[in-house]
């Protein structure tokens, strides 16, 4: 069964074993994706007793992506990275060739989906104040993620807003699919 797969690949990076992305003050993406991973497990089987075990793991990821969450912003910040240009430092996600940083919009966006699992996944596990933090930054999220990160000259997603206020807007169709496709944003 390929979702028991999944159940050992999720959980063990959930519950810290190391890998590609570990370092999760740098890579503002893992966190989000192993929580939705960790949502479609539990929609897709009866996997309470997996739930259960890598509790720890999600409470943790949700943890980190509240810490992350700037509210001057409205927005997932990455600390580390200012995202300006000629910095050529790392990258705050996956696509670490581009040395995205500071307010990332894929980050974003994946981080949007990952609230709104992780309000699923705590309320399972009785943890409501931990479903509500993550509830309040979901819809904070949704509020800002146009007006932070939208192109008004392109009307597309730019890639990221570095820390000097500049948007990197490079046509992404990776960002701008998974923005549209997680619906971050509102129609219009």
């Given at each position: ?33 192993l ?44 600390r580390?990275l ?16 581009i ?17 709104k ?24 999220l ?47």
């Amino acid at each position: 069964n390929p979702l028991e797969l999944v159940k050992f690949s999720v959980g063990r990076a959930l519950l810290d074993s190391g890998g590609y992305g570990y370092h999760r003050s740098l890579y503002l993406d893992t966190d989000p994706i192993l929580l939705c991973g960790a949502g479609r497990v539990v929609q897709l089987a009866d996997a309470r007793d997996w739930l259960e075990r890598v509790a720890p793991g999600i409470r943790g990821a949700a943890r980190r992506i509240l810490d992350n969450f700037d509210r001057k912003e409205g927005m997932i910040v990455c600390r580390s990275l200012s995202g300006n240009s000629s910095t050529f430092r790392w990258s705050s996600n996956a696509m670490d060739v581009i040395g995205f940083g500071h307010i990332d919009a894929y980050v974003n966006a994946w981080s949007y989906r990952a609230m709104k699992s992780a309000v699923a996944l705590c309320t399972l596990l009785g943890d409501r104040e931990l479903a509500s933090r993550c509830a309040r930054t979901a819809a904070a999220l949704s509020h800002n993620y146009a007006r932070q990160l939208v192109n008004p000259e392109t009307g597309w997603v730019s890639g990221w807003r570095s820390r000097d206020g500049q948007l990197h807007d490079f046509g992404f169709l990776w960002i701008n699919g998974v923005a549209c496709a997680f619906g971050v944003m509102d129609d219009a």
